[in-house]
């Protein structure tokens, strides 16, 4: 139809200048500076790619750290409860007068309850103990018998 | 003239940056707008409202990304969420005087002011479905492909097709009983 073409081609064709253009504008900006906030202005700076994808590398590789820390930090804990032995003290004090090597009980069994008044201590500072109050034990025995051997001699040179 | 845009700073927020864009394509975001609503104060709010949700959306901008493709996207939709909402209200002004006007040889240098150009629009498409009146005003006004239509609205190629085979036989069915 002829005069729809017409009428189209005016309509496109025409292009009149916008009345109030610049209000308009104005209108826009001021309404975009109320959306802004501060929150924009301070985390401006995650919109920039790069520091995104590290930012985003660098919390994975954190995060598989942490988890294997985890699991590194649980497995040194169940070796040392192992090796952990459990003494009753009062027992101990009560063993010694007699004999230590002889009636101190040790416990290996980590999951066993403790007392109050109990202490923990590794092996190996338990056995430098062991075998110092052993050697202890045996000067004093040395030295008891050569008083004695001293008293017999004695004895024996006065008769 | 229109300079390259940097979106990588509208992204970031840059005010003048986004100035420019507004600068650069607030007279056609207005005459798209105009051409689809066929009201000169719904043009107006529509053109601000485009913008700010330009600016509320800055951060899914894609660098390199067509900025005016983005802005037509927002126009088009808004209008058309316009039409639809006021599609009941049928208030066509009916001033036959202005197709003649049109069509005389005399008048054919003048050109049209944002009133006669929507006036005419409203008389044209007086009866479409709102979906007519975009898909009509988007490729015989605007002048738009079928492919620019289908992503700026969502709506299939042949739906695009059938909609606007149906806008023309009533618009000139229309024109037709102006003209008598």
Redesign the interface.
């Known amino acids: 139809?002829e005069?729809?073409d017409?009428?189209?081609r005016?309509?496109?064709?025409?292009?009149?200048g916008?009345?109030s253009?610049y209000e308009?504008?104005e209108?826009?900006?001021e309404?975009?500076?109320k959306?802004?906030n501060y929150l924009?202005?301070f985390f401006?700076w995650t919109?920039v790619?790069w520091l995104r994808k590290s930012l985003a590398f660098a919390s994975v590789i954190i995060v598989l750290f942490f988890c294997g820390q985890q699991v590194f930090m649980t497995n040194r804990i169940d070796k040392l409860e192992k090796r952990m032995i459990s003494i009753n003290t009062d027992n101990i004090l009560q063993y010694q007068r007699e004999n230590v090597m002889a009636n101190s009980v040790l416990y290996r069994d980590a999951d066993r309850k403790t007392l109050a008044d109990s202490i923990k201590v590794a092996t190996d500072d338990l056995l430098d103990l062991v075998k110092s109050y052993r050697d202890l034990q045996l000067k004093y025995e040395n030295v008891q018998n050569e008083a004695k051997q001293e008293k017999q001699e004695n004895r024996k040179q006065k008769l | 003239m229109t300079q390259i845009i940097d979106t990588y700073k509208i992204r970031q927020g840059n005010r003048e940056e986004f100035r420019r864009v507004v600068d650069n394509n607030m007279d056609r975001v207005y005459s798209i707008a105009l051409k689809i609503t066929a009201d000169k104060e719904d043009a107006g709010d529509i053109t601000q409202d485009t913008f700010v949700k330009l600016w509320e959306k800055r951060k899914s901008l894609r660098s390199g990304e067509n900025i005016e493709g983005y802005i037509s996207k927002i126009v088009i939709n808004k209008s058309y969420d316009l039409l639809r909402r006021r599609k009941r209200q049928d208030s066509c002004t009916n001033d036959s005087d202005l197709f003649v006007n049109l069509i005389s040889e005399d008048e054919a240098d003048r050109e049209l002011n944002y009133k006669e150009i929507a006036e005419a629009i409203e008389m044209l498409c007086n009866g479409l479905s709102p979906k007519q009146q975009l898909v009509f005003t988007l490729v015989e006004i605007e002048q738009m492909s079928h492919d620019e239509v289908r992503d700026a609205t969502g709506m299939t190629k042949n739906s695009i097709k059938s909609n606007l085979s149906h806008a023309k036989q009533r618009v000139e069915a229309g024109l037709k009983k102006y003209l008598k």
């Open positions: 139809m005069e729809l017409k009428i189209l005016r309509i496109r064709e025409s292009k009149p916008m009345e253009r308009l504008r209108s826009i900006m309404k975009v500076h959306r802004a924009d202005y401006a919109d790619g």
